[in-house]
Each structure stands twice: as structure tokens, then as C-alpha cells.
């Protein structure tokens, strides 16, 4: 053993590093502190790895969040002790639900330290509890080769967990000893360190990790049921994957089922066959009559709970239904009205069934489906009338007019509450590849920003946010990375001054107006400009239709950080809603019924 610590905590970190590299991990979001020198150093002077240096944890964790998600790969994150480990909590919550994968590295103090009043020292043993797949409280380094063998092989463990099916964050918990570095610190020792001195680089956790293969018997039960029963539906969920849309589509086509297509899921954008896609049952299934006509007997469910609360109604409406969630982890099955779950990859699961449907011959009955396309085309083209005649600001055609001037393989973030049930409502598909994602795993509005610009640091395609102006002012600091690392994104401000989903909830009409305002609608009176110009945005607030698109064709075309900023006013908002609703519905009462 050694009594240099600097030393061991260097090799140990080192080695740690190493082989996160090895193994995969190309971005680590550096937070600064003292207490994890050691690996900030190691991750720093890595040269497979980019360090992107944020000072605020709780944007610097969504920042990375927003990387892994749109990378479909591990990101790390490291903090010092203390309360700036807490700080990842909500967006390492955010990750697990929402299937991220995160290697969440925190600096401790040493057992010693510990619960001895020792300053920067809080209990990090399970911080974040049951919302990571593992954890490990690693030892205090010591010279010695066993421990640095555990450090490749914990490391190695941790990308291949974080990325297995269902991916998710894990967290290390690292103490570490002063003297932090070693006391002879040169540029050749950190040479040498770096250069992978006594360090294996295990390749094998780059593998891919595999997908949970369907048992040959559901599949065939199930795909049996199909052949039976001509009324089902394939509801695609949040939650895209790769493949998962031809594959729902191929199933589509030999089942006769529609697809019912969230916005996240990847399925409503594409290039894919698009015959059987449904993408307005959001407004349609808000009519009852238009509701009942069309229950199915069968349901095939794939990936997260829908956005849309009529859609949730709908598949709730029957509880004696045969209702199948097929999910790789968890089932995502609130209601508790799954009759059962096929524990298994989505994509291939689908795919699978599409064959063996197939090969049961006989014609597919197309007039079920044939009658959700029925009430599908005319609510979209209900719904593209009733926006065009809104020429004051409305917040249900800002998100459509974004949609529209999208170019090819960009990327679309929007935030929780309103913007992402209005982008479900409103916004139709086509064959451009798009992605659209949210922080639907716990829906929150913290981090929103943070996690766009985290996206805009690895896209290939542009990338814009459609926000809320509390989600927007609740993650100010997050602006500060497109400012330090010159990111290129655009941030659409909806701004009505509150908490507008509260205007379309029973408290709205249940409490007085200055009640109300004081506990739902929560006006900040904040100014949105002079936020874009603390952090070196460009700010425009548009006045008309015409300026919004030329000023969003202007800020995708350009470089740096636009905030776009729309005024709206909320009781407004939720009359604007109601008038499209009785849009759509008027339309579908000129639709034929089923069996008519």
C-alpha cells in the first residue's frame, strides 16, 4: 500500500475512465467542485471523451440527459459531494422512467468523514434510490491492483446495465482521500495515466446488449386472436425504437388494424408505410358518439402510457377487452386493464407478429380500418380550417405552424403541460423524418431547456423547443450552456404569462378568479427578452402569423441561440380549444356512421 493518495485516486479514476471510453462513452457533463478532481481530471484529459463543464448540477444532469436520449447512448455526469449530488435527482427520476441511459458519477468523503459533521458531506449511499438500475459505493482507492481491476470491471458493468433493455441511469459513488492528486503531478505522468498505463481496455461491453426476445407461445396465441377478431388497434406509445414503425406498420397491413401513432413514438413521422396511420384520435375520440362507434375488441399497446387523456378514456371504456401491453421492462399498465403482457421488445415483437399473422392467409377485412380513416381525414382537414382561421396568437397553431417548417431530421423538444398535448391535437404526420421527444417519463416541467440545448449539442439536424414560459423560466440557467459551447437552437416561447393547463382543469370554474390566479395561474410578469439577452440570445416577438414563420425560418437557418417569443392570453387559449373541438365535431357529423 501507498501513502500517497493522490496516487491510488488518480489510478483508480483513471482506470475507471478508461474504460467508460472503452466501452462506449464518447460525452461526460462535468460539474466543478473539489472533491471529484481526481475523475474530472481523468475525464478531462481523455481524449475519446468530450467534457462539456457546467456549474449548475440540476441543468448540467438534463443537459446530459437530452445528449443520451438523442444518442441513444450512454452520457456521464459527474458532481463533487454533498448537496451538488442531490442536485441530478429530478433528471436521474426522468431518465429511469423514461428510459435513458446515465452513468451518474458522484465524489464522496471518505467512511471516516462520514456522519461526523464533515463539511460537504451528506449521505450518498442509494441517493437516488429505487430510480437507478444499480448502484455501487465504490472503495476508497489504495495502491493496489485488485482495486483497479474492479474499477474496469465496475465500469464496464455500468455501460452495459445503463444500455440493456429497458436502458436506464446507474450511479457510482466514489470517495476519494486528500491529497486529491498526486504531489509530483506532471503532463507526462497524466500522459501516462491517460494512455491507458496498466489498463485493460475490455471491449465486449460495446456489444450491443440485446433485445428480450417474445416466447414463441404468446406470439402465437396472440397472432392467433388477430386472425380471429377484425376489430383491433396497435396503439404505439411514447417511446421511440428503432424500427418499431415499419414494424407496427407491417402488422397494420396484415391485420387490418390502424395505428393509432403518438407523437413520441416515431411512428407518426416517417418514411415508413403510412396506410393504416391514425393521427387525430385525440380530437375525434372526444366525441362520444364517434367514440362508442369505434371500440375494438382487441388492443395491442406498445411503449408508454399515451399523451392523450381521450385516447386514455377510450382504451378504459371496456374493461372486459382483450388488452395486450407489450413492453421490455416494467409494464406500463396504470389502469390496470391488460389482460396480459408480453415482456419483450417492441419492434421485434411486432415485427414477429406481422409474419406469423401473415402467414395465417386468408383476405384481411380493410373496413375497419377503412372507417377510422373515415373520421381521421375529415378532423384533420376540420382541424387545418379551424386553424387557419385563428389570426390572433393561439398556442394550438403556433405548434402546428412549427411542425409544418420543420426541415428533414430535425429534432423537436417540447415541453410538459400544454405544448405536448397540443402538438398530440394538432400536429399531423408525414413522411419527413422528424424526431419529436419529451420529458414524459415523469411529465415534470423542470429541466426542459436544459435538456433541448443538451440535444442540440450532439444533433445532426436542427433543433427546436416548443415551451411553456414557466418550464421556460423554471430552467433559466440552462440557457448558459448554449451561450458557453455556441449551440445552435431555437426556443419558442409560449408565453401567457402562467400555468395555462390549470384554465382547463375544474378549479378554474370551481374558485374565484384572485384565488385561482394566486394557486393555479401563477402569473411571473417576467420578462422573456431580457432573459434572451443575459445569456447572448436573439429575441423576437412576432405580431402576426407571417412575421412568426419568417422569424422561425430565420432563427433555423441561423447560428447561435433565437428565442421566439408568442403572447397569448390564457382564458383565451381555452375558448380557441373549445372552438376546435366543435370544429371537428361538426365535421364528424357529417361521417357516415360504421355499418351505415
Known amino acids: 500500500m501507498t501513502l500517497d493518495p493522490g496516487s491510488a485516486n488518480l489510478d483508480l479514476a483513471s482506470a475507471l475512465v478508461q474504460q467508460l471510453a ?3 462513452v464518447r460525452h461526460a457533463v462535468i460539474c466543478p467542485g473539489s472533491r471529484s ?45 454533498g448537496t451538488a449530488a442531490a442536485n441530478f435527482l429530478p433528471a436521474v427520476v426522468e431518465a429511469r422512467l423514461n428510459r435513458v441511459p446515465l452513468i451518474v458519477l458522484t465524489a464522496d468523503r471518505p467512511p471516516e468523514l462520514r456522519d461526523w459533521g464533515a463539511a460537504q458531506t451528506i449521505d450518498q449511499i442509494q441517493l437516488f434510490g429505487s430510480h437507478v438500475k444499480w448502484f455501487v459505493d465504490m472503495p476508497v482507492p489504495v495502491t493496489d491492483d485488485a482495486l483497479v481491476r474492479h474499477a474496469r470491471a465496475t465500469a464496464a458493468r455500468a455501460v452495459q446495465t445503463a444500455r440493456s433493455d429497458p436502458a436506464g441511469p446507474i450511479h457510482l459513488n466514489l470517495p476519494f482521500r486528500e491529497p486529491l492528486l498526486p504531489a509530483d503531478l506532471r503532463p507526462s505522468l497524466l500522459g501516462r495515466v491517460m494512455s491507458g498505463h496498466g489498463c485493460h481496455n475490455d471491449d465486449s461491453a460495446q456489444a450491443d446488449p440485446g ?8 406470439l402465437d396465441e396472440l397472432a392467433s ?11 404505439c406509445g411514447p417511446g421511440e425504437a428503432p424500427g418499431l414503425a415499419t414494424a407496427a406498420a407491417a402488422l397494420s397491413e396484415a391485420s387490418g388494424y390502424p395505428v393509432l401513432a403518438d407523437p413520441l413514438s416515431g411512428a407518426r413521422f416517417g418514411a415508413h408505410d403510412r396506410a393504416g396511420v391514425i393521427d387525430a ?51 406500463r399498465d396504470p389502469s390496470h386493464l391488460a389482460t396480459s403482457y408480453i415482456i419483450a421488445d417492441g419492434t421485434t415483437t411486432l415485427a414477429t407478429l406481422a409474419d406469423r399473422v401473415a402467414n395465417f392467409g386468408g383476405s384481411v377485412n380493410r373496413e375497419w380500418l377503412d372507417a377510422w380513416k373515415a373520421v381521421d381525414q ?46 398530440d391535437a394538432f400536429v399531423r404526420g408525414d413522411r419527413r423524418w422528424l424526431r419529436i421527444v419529451s420529458n414524459r417519463g415523469a411529465n415534470g416541467i ?63 370554474e370551481q374558485l374565484d378568479a384572485q384565488t385561482f390566479e394566486s394557486l393555479f395561474g401563477t402569473p411571473t410578469g417576467l420578462d422573456v427578452s431580457a432573459a434572451a439577452r443575459l445569456f447572448g440570445a436573439s429575441h423576437a416577438r412576432p405580431g402576426n402569423w407571417d412575421d412568426f414563420r419568417r422569424e422561425l425560418c430565420r432563427a433555423m437557418r441561423g447560428r447561435g441561440l433565437s428565442v421566439i417569443e408568442l403572447v397569448t392570453d390564457r382564458n383565451c387559449n381555452v375558448a380557441q380549444h373549445r372552438s376546435v373541438w366543435a370544429a371537428v ?12
Open 585 to 596: 365535431a361538426g365535421a364528424l357529423r357529417r361521417v357516415a356512421p360504421i355499418g351505415a
Open 225 to 235: 386472436q388477430i386472425a380471429r377478431e377484425a376489430r383491433g388497434i396497435i396503439v
Open 378 to 423: 375529415p378532423t384533420g382537414a376540420a382541424i387545418a380550417s379551424a386553424l387557419a382561421r385563428e389570426e390572433g396568437p393561439f398556442e394550438g397553431r403556433a405548434v402546428a405552424e412549427v411542425a409544418a417548417l420543420l426541415p428533414e431530421g430535425a429534432t423537436l423538444v417540447v415541453g410538459n403541460s400544454m405544448p405536448i398535448r397540443d402538438v
Open 22 to 24: 472503452a466501452s462506449g
Open 446 to 508: 423542470d429541466g426542459v431547456v436544459s435538456t433541448a440545448l443538451g440535444a442540440a449539442a450532439v444533433a445532426d439536424g436542427s433543433v427546436v423547443l416548443i415551451v411553456g414560459d414557466l418550464s421556460f423560466f423554471h430552467d433559466l440557467n440552462g440557457l448558459f450552456a448554449a451561450a458557453k459551447f455556441g449551440l445552435d437552437a431555437t426556443v419558442v416561447v409560449l408565453n401567457n404569462d402562467g400555468g395555462g393547463i390549470f384554465s382547463f382543469l375544474p378549479q378554474a
Open 37 to 81: 478532481t481526481p475523475l474530472a481530471v481523468a475525464l478531462a484529459t481523455h481524449s475519446e471523451i468530450r467534457d462539456w463543464v457546467l456549474v449548475d448540477e440540476r441543468a448540467a444532469a438534463y443537459f446530459a440527459l437530452g445528449m443520451a436520449r438523442q444518442l441513444t447512448a450512454p452520457v456521464a455526469i459527474l458532481s463533487t459531494s
Open 281 to 331: 384520435y385525440d380530437p375525434f375520440l372526444r366525441d362520444q358518439e364517434t367514440a362508442e362507434s369505434l371500440q375494438p375488441e382487441l388492443v395491442i399497446r406498445v411503449g408508454a402510457v399515451p399523451i392523450s387523456k381521450p385516447l386514455q378514456q377510450f382504451l378504459q371504456a371496456r374493461p372486459d377487452r382483450v388488452q395486450v401491453v407489450i413492453d421490455a421492462g416494467t409494464p
Open 211 to 218: 433485445q428480450l426476445v417474445p416466447a414463441a407461445a404468446a
